[in-house]
């Protein structure tokens, strides 16, 4: 019944026609759950409610996969308004963004002008962007662009996958630049030829990530929503006498808010991650398919209607 749900909702995400109409209808069906809002401005008073909770946030305007290079520089125009935004506005956010959006599909050029003019924004607000890891096939390019880049920009960081098999030893080329990373499981469909399928060697692959990073002396976001990870990344600091100041907690807006905000009452770090922008309906799907228990999320929205 769930992988029959879960399929479900991957099918449903993938719908066009039910993507654009999604535009027009606005944020429904509980999807203010999990997505701040259509645009920036309607995601700031969320905002502003979690830094007062005491959690810090990182925004991403959803959408991906940009063909047109017109659109890409529109994407990048949006991002470093944000920045300014964020900046004007006094909120404690970051950035994450997909290079996808910002035309690494299209030309090396284009997509390294683009991020260079939202990391000179970001560089002189003060503002630290994350760039969030696609699919495999497009893992290199993200890394070559990310180490491009962060040569001339410390406030750069990017995120890595513990189901693929490669991302051991990512961990180990990327410590040159001792970089600020993301540290995930993943969230993409990937083939055995490339990626653990067992969740035990996934998570055990995060582990080791996370004590390799850790140890290294880099600043580690640990991004998951799994009580074994969490706890781990508590003994292993506790343990290493890692300073409070090398790493943090990230989970998506919606999930686990309890532990969000008892995390941060224990004094750790905790980032929310919120999406916005009228592109939400793919994401919401994504997220239903991951866990279909949020259902009752639908069900309580469309009980509102
Ligand atoms: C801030 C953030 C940024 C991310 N960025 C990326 C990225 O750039 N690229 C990428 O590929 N992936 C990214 N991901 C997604 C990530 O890779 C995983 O797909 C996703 O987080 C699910 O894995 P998990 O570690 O949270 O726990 P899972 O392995 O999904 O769940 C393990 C256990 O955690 C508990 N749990 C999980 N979710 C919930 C919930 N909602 N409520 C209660 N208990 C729960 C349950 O006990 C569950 O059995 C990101 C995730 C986060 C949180």
Same mark, same amino acid.
């Given at each position: 019944?769930?992988?029959?749900?879960?399929?479900?909702?991957?099918?449903? $995400?993938?719908?066009?026609?039910?993507?654009?109409? $999604?535009?027009?209808?606005?944020?429904?069906?509980? @999807?203010?759950?999990?997505?701040?809002?259509?645009?920036?401005?309607?995601?700031?008073?969320?905002?502003?409610? +979690?830094?007062?909770?005491? +959690?810090?946030?990182?925004?991403?305007? +959803?959408?991906?996969?940009?063909?047109?290079?017109?659109?890409?520089?529109? *994407?990048?125009?949006?991002?470093? !308004?944000?920045?300014? *935004?964020?900046?004007?506005?006094?909120?404690?956010?970051?950035?994450?963004?997909? #290079?996808?959006?910002?035309?690494?599909?299209?030309?090396?050029?284009?997509?390294?002008?683009?991020?260079?003019?939202?990391?000179? $924004? @970001?560089?002189?607000?003060?503002? &630290?962007?994350?760039?969030?890891?696609?699919?495999?096939? *497009?893992?290199?390019?993200?890394?070559?662009? &990310?180490?491009?880049?962060?040569?001339?920009?410390?406030?750069?960081?990017?995120?890595?996958?513990?189901? #693929?098999?490669?991302?051991?030893?990512?961990?180990?080329?990327?410590?040159?630049?001792? /970089?600020?990373?993301?540290?995930?499981?993943? $969230?993409?469909?990937?083939?055995?030829?490339?990626?653990?399928?067992?969740?035990?060697?996934?998570?055990?692959?995060?582990?080791?990530?996370?004590?390799?990073?850790? #140890?290294?002396?880099?600043?580690? @976001?640990? @991004?998951?929503?799994?009580?074994?990870?969490?706890?781990?990344?508590?003994?292993?600091?506790?343990?290493?006498?890692? /300073?409070?100041?090398?790493?943090?907690? !990230?989970?998506?807006?919606?999930?686990?808010? =309890?532990? =969000?905000?008892?995390?941060?009452?224990?004094?750790?770090?905790?980032?929310?991650?919120? /999406?916005?922008?009228?592109?939400?309906?793919?994401?919401?799907?994504?997220? +239903?398919?991951?866990? /279909?228990?949020?259902?009752? &999320?639908?069900?309580?929205?469309?009980?509102?209607?």
């Amino acid at each position: 019944m769930e992988a029959m749900t879960k399929n479900l909702f991957s099918y449903l $995400a993938k719908s066009n026609v039910l993507n654009q109409a $999604a535009k027009k209808w606005g944020l429904q069906f509980g @999807a203010n759950k999990v997505v701040g809002g259509e645009t920036f401005a309607k995601a700031v008073p969320l905002i502003r409610q +979690l830094n007062k909770q005491g +959690l810090s946030v990182t925004v991403d305007h +959803l959408g991906e996969f940009v063909s047109s290079a017109e659109i890409s520089k529109e *994407r990048t125009q949006e991002c470093v !308004q944000t920045i300014k *935004r964020i900046n004007h506005e006094g909120l404690d956010s970051q950035i994450s963004l997909k #290079l996808t959006s910002l035309g690494l599909d299209i030309d090396h050029d284009l997509i390294t002008d683009n991020l260079t003019q939202i990391m000179e $924004a @970001a560089r002189h607000y003060d503002i &630290f962007i994350t760039i969030d890891m696609e699919d495999t096939s *497009r893992c290199q390019a993200t890394l070559d662009i &990310f180490e491009e880049l962060r040569a001339n920009f410390d406030n750069l960081g990017t995120v890595i996958q513990s189901y #693929l098999y490669r991302s051991e030893d990512d961990v180990r080329d990327l410590n040159k630049h001792h /970089p600020n990373l993301r540290l995930v499981k993943g $969230a993409y469909k990937e083939s055995s030829k490339v990626a653990y399928k067992e969740k035990d060697d996934v998570d055990e692959n995060l582990k080791r990530l996370i004590k390799t990073h850790l #140890l290294n002396g880099n600043y580690t @976001a640990v @991004a998951s929503h799994d009580d074994v990870m969490i706890n781990y990344t508590k003994q292993i600091v506790k343990e290493y006498k890692i /300073p409070s100041n090398q790493f943090e907690f !990230q989970m998506l807006y919606g999930m686990r808010t =309890q532990t =969000q905000l008892e995390l941060a009452k224990e004094g750790y770090k905790m980032r929310v991650y919120v /999406p916005y922008g009228d592109d939400w309906y793919g994401y919401f799907m994504r997220r +239903l398919a991951e866990r /279909p228990e949020n259902i009752s &999320f639908v069900l309580k929205g469309m009980f509102k209607h």
